[in-house]
């Protein structure tokens, strides 16, 4: 299955199937086309100008950088992935709200915010660190204002339940107590 899903994704789907290729081939998947060190190559060739990831456009979006920086994580003792998560870390800070949380193509959300903590503790960076601290709220503080008194997430500030918002805060937040 995996050898197959290798095969037949890596490179399909732009820039997310690299990344998620990549996560394959980090945890010793052998795949038929690609070395992890051509996947990584890739990905390193499909940075934008301003330092991150996208999936369209030529902009950088926090979502996909900061699962590009998830994937990157295991390489960087490479001068050049080095070199390029620091980038995209100074991006991903630069592009934090004014409360502490991200937007994706113009929307603040809990998967923008839960995508950041787990690159940030993917990367060994403290979410609380003071690059990511706006007005004294953290990316951790973001993403707790879209709880709601379920437990479960909201995808907007004020929405209902989302499965993919939960499903992502609950990623962050084990990425955070294993931090």
């Given at each position: 299955?995996?050898?197959?899903?290798?095969?037949?994704?890596?490179?399909?789907?732009?820039?997310?199937?690299?990344?998620?290729?990549?996560?394959?081939?980090?945890?010793?998947?052998?795949?038929?086309?690609?070395?992890?060190?051509?996947?990584?190559?890739?990905?390193?060739?499909?940075?934008?100008?301003?330092?991150?990831?996208?999936?369209?456009?030529?902009?950088?979006?926090?979502?996909?950088?900061?699962?590009?920086?998830?994937?990157?994580?295991?390489?960087?003792?490479?001068?050049?992935v080095t070199a390029a998560i620091?980038?995209?870390?100074?991006?991903?800070?630069?592009?934090?709200?004014?409360?502490?949380?991200?937007?994706?193509?113009?929307?603040?959300?809990?998967?923008?915010?839960?995508?950041?903590?787990?690159?940030?503790?993917?990367?060994?960076?403290?979410?609380?660190?003071?690059?990511?601290?706006?007005?004294?709220?953290?990316?951790?503080?973001?993403?707790?204002?879209?709880?709601?008194?379920?437990?479960?997430?909201?995808?907007?500030?004020?929405?209902?339940?989302?499965?993919?918002?939960?499903?992502?805060?609950?990623?962050?937040?084990?990425?955070?107590?294993?931090?």
């Amino acid at each position: 299955f995996v050898e197959a899903t290798l095969a037949d994704s890596i490179g399909q789907q732009g820039v997310m199937s690299w990344a998620w290729g990549l996560h394959l081939l980090n945890n010793v998947c052998q795949g038929p086309t690609y070395t992890d060190d051509e996947v990584v190559s890739t990905l390193l060739s499909l940075r934008k100008a301003d330092g991150g990831w996208a999936i369209t456009g030529n902009s950088a979006d926090v979502d996909a950088t900061a699962m590009v920086l998830q994937a990157l994580a295991p390489h960087r003792d490479d001068g050049e992935v080095t070199a390029a998560i620091d980038a995209a870390v100074a991006l991903l800070a630069s592009r934090q709200t004014e409360n502490g949380g991200f937007a994706s193509y113009g929307v603040e959300n809990a998967e923008s915010a839960a995508q950041v903590i787990i690159a940030l503790c993917t990367l060994n960076i403290d979410p609380e660190d003071e690059r990511f601290v706006k007005n004294g709220m953290s990316p951790l503080d973001a993403l707790a204002a879209f709880r709601l008194a379920d437990g479960s997430y909201a995808h907007e500030m004020g929405g209902a339940y989302n499965e993919n918002a939960t499903a992502q805060a609950f990623l962050a937040e084990t990425a955070y107590a294993r931090f």
